[in-house]
T-cell receptor, first 114, second 115 residues
Framework: GAGVSQSPSNKVTEKGKDVELRCDPI?????LYWYRQSLGQGLEFLIY????????KSGLPSDRFSAERTGGSVSTLTIQRTQQEDSAVYLC????????????FGEGSWLTVV | AQTVTQSQPEMSVQEAETVTLSCTYD???????LFWYKQPPSRQMILVIR????KQQNATENRFSVNFQKAAKSFSLKISDSQLGDAAMYFC????????????WGAGTKLIIKP
């Protein structure tokens, strides 16, 4: 597509429920990134994909967080048993390759856990 | 480890005037990339300008320009002829030139444009 597309744009969920956030990167971009941005804060790196593999999962806050990418394109970030501290904007980004290229961002998915 | 510091939590400027946002960083690397991103209320991070460390010439994009001082590890953003649409959070970011894919982010500066 023309840009990075994320869905849902906004999600309100009850504490303890599972949520899935979707990211469709720019066509042809092999690298895909997930970041989290809490209110008034900078970006926190979560995970990075090169193709379908995730060389670095060190940013995932806990084992309740997981992500996958299939077909070298769409990625899903899953949060199990959501907690109130998971409330944040989840930003997805992509770049042509993983080294030295500009990263382009989607508009984010705003998750609120009540 | 690399760090990025934005010392101005908030800046305001009169419409049509010029404003400079500051950013400093710390690194032991000689080759890297620096970015300014803008985040309006829509939340999307929009790339404003990019600078390669090996280039001495300061990057410019229309009304946006940077003052890149490699020795001082400073990367300030100048916005000329400020417009109401420039109001946003501005983030400075650092990226290594090798396979280190992570962007290191500053805390952001909120820019307010006064009509």
């Amino acid at each position: 597509g023309a840009g990075v597309s994320q869905s849902p744009s906004n999600k309100v969920t009850e504490k303890g429920k599972d949520v899935e956030l979707r990211c469709d990167p720019i066509s042809g971009h092999t690298a895909l990134y997930w970041y989290r941005q809490s209110l008034g804060q900078g970006l926190e790196f979560l995970i990075y994909f090169q193709g379908n593999s995730a060389p670095d999962k060190s940013g995932l806050p806990s084992d309740r967080f997981s992500a996958e990418r299939t077909g070298g394109s769409v990625s899903t970030l899953t949060i199990q048993r959501t907690q109130q501290e998971d409330s944040a904007v989840y930003l997805c980004a992509s770049s042509r390759t993983y080294s030295g290229n500009t990263i382009y961002f989607g508009e984010g998915s705003w998750l609120t856990v009540v | 480890a690399q760090t990025v510091t934005q010392s101005q939590p908030e800046m305001s400027v009169q419409e049509a005037e010029t404003v400079t946002l500051s950013c400093t960083y710390d690194t032991s690397e000689s080759d890297y990339y620096l970015f300014w991103y803008k985040q309006p209320p829509s939340r999307q991070m929009i790339l404003v300008i990019r600078q390669e460390a090996y280039k001495q010439q300061n990057a410019t994009e229309n009304r946006f320009s940077v003052n890149f001082q490699k020795a001082a590890k400073s990367f300030s953003l100048k916005i000329s002829d400020s417009q109401l649409g420039d109001a946003a959070m501005y983030f400075c970011a650092y990226r290594s030139s090798d396979s280190n894919y992570q962007l290191i982010w500053g805390a952001g500066t909120k820019l307010i444009i006064k009509p």
